[in-house]
C-alpha cells in the first residue's frame, strides 16, 4: 500500500516500513542469483528499494491492476532485465514461475489491501469519501463490479459478506435497505450507497468507530477482487516456491487478513506430529522459523508521515527446511 499525489497527479510512493522490509529481506537475497517476487508490486515502491539496496537482486513483480502495472513498467525501466511485471493475480504464482522457469525463489513480498492510486482515482470507486461509480475491481477488465453484488446478491448473501468481511454489526439492516432500495432504482454510485448506510446504522454508533461505510466498502471490495480466497490459496504456493534461507514478508491492514498470514506461518512453524513426541523425526521438524514476535506495526513518525500506515501489521519468516 503506497501513498500517491492527488488526482489527476504523477502517482507518488510513500512504501509503508520499507526499512524494515529491506533489513528482513537482506540475508536471504545477497546472492549472485537472488530472485524476489513482489506479489503486489502496485506501484512499485518497495520493488525500487530492494533493487537499489541489492544490487543482484532481480525481482518478478505481479498485479491484478493494468494501470498500477504501466506506471511501474515506465518507472523501473532503468532497471533492465532485473525486473520481470507479469499481469496476474498472487494466487497465481506457481504457474508464473513455472512460466518462467524458476523452480525456487529467495524472497516473496505481499503489501496487501487497496493501493492509494486505487483509493486517490475517484472513478475506480474505490474511496466512500467521493461520489463514483460503484465499481471497486482492482482489475477493471473483469469481473463483477460493487454495483453488481449490491444489485444482484439476495440479501442473505449480503448480509454474509457484510459481516464476514467487513465485520458489520449491523450487516442485516444495511442488507435489507439495500434490497429494498435497489427494487426502486439501482445503485450506480458511492453517494447513494453512503447515504443509505449512515441511515442504516443507529445514531449512537455513528457517532464513534470512524465513517460508518468504511466497513461496507472493506466488505464489498473484498468480496469483488475475492480478496481472501486468493490470500488464502497464494500463502500456501508462495512458502512452498521459497527456497531453503528464503525469506516471505506479508503486510495486511486489517484482521482478516493478518489471520490469515498469521494461521499459515504458525502451521509451517509447528512439527508435523502431535505435541508431546520426545522425538520428531526429521521429515516431521517445521519448514519456517518465524522472524518477528506477533505483528508489528509502523512507528508514530511513520504514521504521521503516511496516516495510510497506521493499520499496517508485519509478519515475516524464514524456510528452514526442504518439503519432504
Do not use: C, W
Amino acid at each position: 500500500m503506497d501513498a500517491t499525489g492527488g488526482r489527476g497527479a504523477e502517482p507518488r510512493h510513500v512504501p509503508v516500513l520499507t526499512e524494515r522490509v529491506l533489513a528482513l529481506f537482506g540475508p536471504a537475497v545477497q546472492g549472485p542469483d537472488a530472485v524476489l517476487v513482489d506479489a503486489t508490486v502496485g506501484l512499485g515502491g518497495h520493488t525500487q528499494a530492494l533493487l537499489d539496496a541489492f544490487a543482484h537482486l532481480q525481482v518478478v513483480g505481479l498485479d491484478r491492476d493494468p494501470q498500477a502495472l504501466a506506471h511501474t513498467r515506465a518507472r523501473l525501466a532503468g532497471y533492465g532485465s532485473r525486473v520481470r511485471l507479469v499481469h496476474a493475480v498472487y494466487d497465481q504464482l506457481p504457474a508464473v514461475l513455472d512460466q518462467l522457469g524458476l523452480p525456487e525463489v529467495h524472497g516473496v513480498l505481499f503489501d496487501l489491501g487497496v493501493s492509494s492510486m486505487q483509493l486517490d482515482q475517484a472513478e475506480r470507486g474505490f474511496a466512500y469519501a467521493q461520489d463514483a461509480p460503484l465499481d471497486m475491481r482492482m482489475d477493471p477488465t473483469s469481473g463483477l463490479t460493487a454495483a453488481d453484488v449490491l444489485n444482484t446478491y439476495p440479501a442473505e448473501e449480503l448480509t454474509r459478506i457484510l459481516r464476514v468481511y467487513g465485520e458489520e454489526r449491523f450487516a442485516r439492516r444495511i442488507a435489507d435497505s439495500v434490497v429494498r432500495e435497489r427494487a426502486n432504482q439501482p445503485f450506480t454510485t458511492s453517494a447513494r450507497l453512503v447515504e443509505l448506510v449512515r441511515a442504516a446504522i443507529p445514531a449512537a454508533t455513528r457517532r464513534t468507530g470512524g465513517h460508518p461505510a468504511k466497513r461496507t466498502f472493506q466488505a464489498l471490495r473484498i468480496e469483488v477482487n475475492a480478496e481472501l480466497a486468493a490470500l488464502e490459496r497464494a500463502l500456501p504456493a508462495a512458502l512452498d516456491a521459497l527456497a531453503v534461507g528464503g525469506r516471505i514478508v506479508v503486510l495486511s491492514y486489517h484482521s482478516l487478513e493478518d489471520r490469515l498470514v498469521k494461521r499459515a506461518f504458525a502451521t509451517g512453524a509447528r512439527p508435523g506430529v502431535p505435541a508431546g513426541l520426545p522425538v520428531v523425526p526429521e521429515r516431521y521438524q517445521p519448514q519456517l522459523r518465524l522472524l518477528t514476535r506477533g505483528a508489528q506495526v509502523s512507528d508514530p513518525d511513520e504514521t504521521t508521515a503516511n496516516p495510510r500506515a497506521a493499520s499496517v501489521r508485519l509478519r515475516a519468516a524464514e524456510r528452514i527446511r526442504a518439503a519432504a
